[in-house]
């Protein structure tokens, strides 16, 4: 009886239900809700090789559907210290209507750095976070060389 009442113990601990939401994601990817994020910390891409990064590992560039799944990545990012990092918005299609790559759907809110986004030079069709502005959204050039931050289901 002791042993059923350990066993139990065990499994609604707070550790163990960590670990196993953990668990469905592949190593190095970080659980968040029902989905599963990597960050590609050891490389700098343009944006479309980003895409590329991120569809190799059976995900795609994130696409927030929350400001709350926005924040937990901000978060993650400036403790980590990340560089800049894509997302997978863009304006390409159409100059100021931000779009979700590969979807249809429209940016429902924003975080952009002061006087972001501002098109400098008449180039800055993609979306990534801004390191030295806190993290939030910048416009860049689609040729800068960001990390990559992937998502997929878990």
């Given at each position: 009886m002791n042993t059923s009442i350990l066993i139990l113990f065990v499994a609604i601990s707070p550790g163990i239900i960590q670990v196993a939401i953990a668990g469905c994601c592949p190593d190095g990817w970080m659980p968040h809700k029902s989905r599963c994020y990597y960050v590609g910390y050891e490389t700098?891409?343009?944006?479309?090789?980003?895409?590329?990064?991120?569809?190799?590992?059976?995900?795609?560039?994130?696409?927030?559907?929350?400001?709350?799944?926005?924040?937990?990545?901000?978060?993650?990012?400036?403790?980590?210290?990340?560089?800049?990092?894509?997302?997978?918005?863009?304006?390409?299609?159409?100059?100021?209507?931000?779009?979700?790559?590969?979807?249809?759907?429209?940016?429902?809110?924003?975080?952009?750095?002061?006087?972001?986004?501002?098109?400098?030079?008449?180039?800055?069709?993609?979306?990534?976070?801004f390191a030295s502005e806190d993290y939030k959204w910048n416009d860049f050039s689609c040729t800068d060389k960001l990390i990559p931050v992937c998502e997929k289901s878990s």
């Open positions: 700098k891409l343009t944006f479309s090789a980003a895409m590329v990064y991120c569809h190799v590992r059976g995900a795609q560039l994130v696409q927030f559907e929350s400001y709350g799944e926005y924040s937990f990545l901000r978060n993650l990012l400036k403790k980590t210290q990340a560089s800049d990092a894509w997302i997978g918005l863009s304006d390409q299609k159409h100059e100021g209507i931000w779009q979700w790559i590969g979807s249809k759907g429209f940016a429902t809110f924003s975080d952009w750095a002061p006087n972001e986004p501002n098109s400098a030079n008449g180039g800055e069709d993609c979306v990534g976070f």
